[in-house]
C-alpha cells in the first residue's frame, strides 16, 4: 500500500530528490553517458557499472576519478572525467512542472519540506543552484552526510533539522520502497510515489 498516513496534515515533510521532484532520466540520456564512456555497445552492462559502486559515490566515499576508474575499468584523463562528471550531473536535473506547483502550494500554507537525497557532491552543488531549491527549508545530501539512505542515520539527520517535530507529524516521500519502508520503521508517516502529484498533493494537504 503506498500511502501510510493519516488524514490530518503533517507538520513537516521530507521528500526525496530524483523520481519525486526529479524526473528519471531518458534512454537517450544514458546513450549519451555510455557514448562518452565509450561503452554504448551494451548498454545494459553500462548501467550495471555505473550503479555498482554508485552507493560509495553517493556517500562521498569515492571522488569522481576513483567512481568512474570503476566504472570504467581504467583511469579516466581529465578531458574525459570532466565529460563524464557533466553528462551524469545532467541526466538528474530536470524536474516534474507538476510536482514543483505542489510544493509550491505547501511552501506558502506554511509547511516546513527538507530535503533527503541520495546524491554525490557535485550533483549535490548543482542541485543547491535551482531555483527550486529555495522551497527547501534544508536540503541534505548523502555525499555531505556520509551515509545513503535507507540508513536510519540519514533520517534522523533530517528529523534534527525540523527540531521539536514528532516523527508520526512527519511525512516521508520516497519512489523507494525500501526507503520508506525505513522511515516507517523510525515512526514516520510514508509516501511510496509512484508518479502521480495528485497523492502527494493529498498526503501533504490533505485538507485541501
Same mark, same amino acid.
Given at each position: 500500500?503506498?500511502? +501510510? +498516513? +493519516?488524514? +490530518?496534515?503533517?507538520?513537516?515533510? =521530507? ?5 519525486? =521532484? ?7 540520456? !544514458?546513450?549519451? /553517458?555510455?557514448? =562518452? ?10 548501467? %550495471?557499472?555505473?550503479?555498482?559502486? &554508485? ?6 566515499? /569515492?571522488?569522481? &576519478? ?15 572525467? &570532466? ?8 541526466? !538528474? =536535473? ?5 510536482? @514543483? ?57 533530517? @528529523? ?10 512527519? /511525512? ?6 525500501? %526507503?520508506?519502508?525505513?522511515? &516507517? ?5 510514508? /509516501? ?17
Amino acid at each position: 500500500m503506498p500511502l +501510510t +498516513t +493519516t488524514h +490530518t496534515s503533517p507538520d513537516a515533510v =521530507i521528500l526525496d530528490y530524483n523520481g519525486v =521532484i526529479g524526473v528519471q532520466p531518458t534512454t537517450m540520456q !544514458w546513450l549519451r /553517458l555510455a557514448r =562518452i564512456a565509450t561503452w554504448e555497445e551494451d548498454l545494459a552492462a553500462f548501467q %550495471n557499472a555505473f550503479w555498482s559502486a &554508485r552507493a560509495l559515490y553517493d556517500a562521498g566515499q /569515492l571522488s569522481d &576519478r576513483a567512481y568512474w576508474a570503476q566504472v570504467l575499468g581504467f583511469q579516466p584523463s581529465r578531458r574525459l572525467l &570532466r565529460a563524464l562528471r557533466a553528462a551524469d550531473t545532467n541526466m !538528474w =536535473i530536470e524536474t516534474d512542472d507538476r510536482v @514543483l506547483r505542489d510544493l509550491l502550494r505547501a511552501q506558502r500554507a506554511g509547511l516546513p519540506m527538507v530535503l533527503l537525497s541520495n546524491a554525490p557532491a557535485h550533483l549535490s552543488d548543482v542541485l543547491d543552484t535551482h531555483d527550486w531549491r529555495r522551497l527547501m527549508t534544508h536540503a541534505l545530501y548523502s555525499a555531505r552526510l556520509e551515509v545513503c539512505k535507507p540508513d536510519p542515520a540519514t533520517y534522523q539527520h533530517a @528529523l534534527h533539522t525540523l527540531g521539536a517535530v514528532h516523527p508520526e507529524r512527519v /511525512l516521508f516521500v520516497d519512489d523507494r520502497a525500501d %526507503n520508506c519502508s525505513a522511515a &516507517r520503521r523510525l515512526g514516520l508517516r510514508t /509516501l511510496h510515489y509512484t508518479g502521480r502529484p495528485a497523492d502527494l498533493e493529498a498526503a501533504m494537504l490533505p485538507a485541501g
